[in-house]
């Protein structure tokens, strides 16, 4: 099973980038997918979570800026991140598991069994 992310880069404040994370091994169709971020310095955070059910969840410093989508045809995950900021400096991490998780642990990293290499996302001032 392999998670690949893609679509990081070097982008000015207040610019866009969508992030992809391309799933292959099996399917997580019914299961759940997130992406972290690591800033510089500090400790793996929560960015955003979409379980194959109903329901989206966003950390607060990124909701109302950033999407997250599924197309589960492909396999494939994505995060849309607009109005960035030099903050959204990290590299994102996406995460799946193949079961929904419950409501309580989307937001925890132990809940993923299966991680991706990261993309780095530099945000420029």
Do not use: H
């Not at 299961?31 to 955003?48: D, L, N, S, T, Y």
């Not at 990124?62 to 396999?75: E, H, L, M």
């Not at 994505?78 to 598991?97: F, G, I, N």
Request: charged residues 20%; proline residues 2%.
């Amino acid at each position: 099973v392999q998670l690949q992310a893609s679509g990081g880069g070097l982008v000015q404040a207040g610019g866009s980038l969508r992030l992809s994370c391309a799933a292959s091994g099996r399917t997580f169709s019914r299961g759940g997918m997130a992406w972290f971020r690591q800033a510089p310095g500090k400790a793996r955070e929560f960015v955003a979570a979409k379980r194959s059910a109903s329901g989206t969840y966003y950390a607060d410093s990124v909701k109302g800026r950033f999407t997250i989508s599924r197309d589960n045809a492909r396999n494939t995950m994505y995060l849309q991140m607009d109005s960035l900021k030099p903050e959204d400096t990290a590299v994102y991490y996406c995460a799946a598991r193949v079961n929904d998780p419950i409501l309580t642990t989307v937001r925890l990293e132990r809940t993923y069994d299966y991680w991706g290499q990261g993309t780095l996302v530099t945000v420029s001032s």
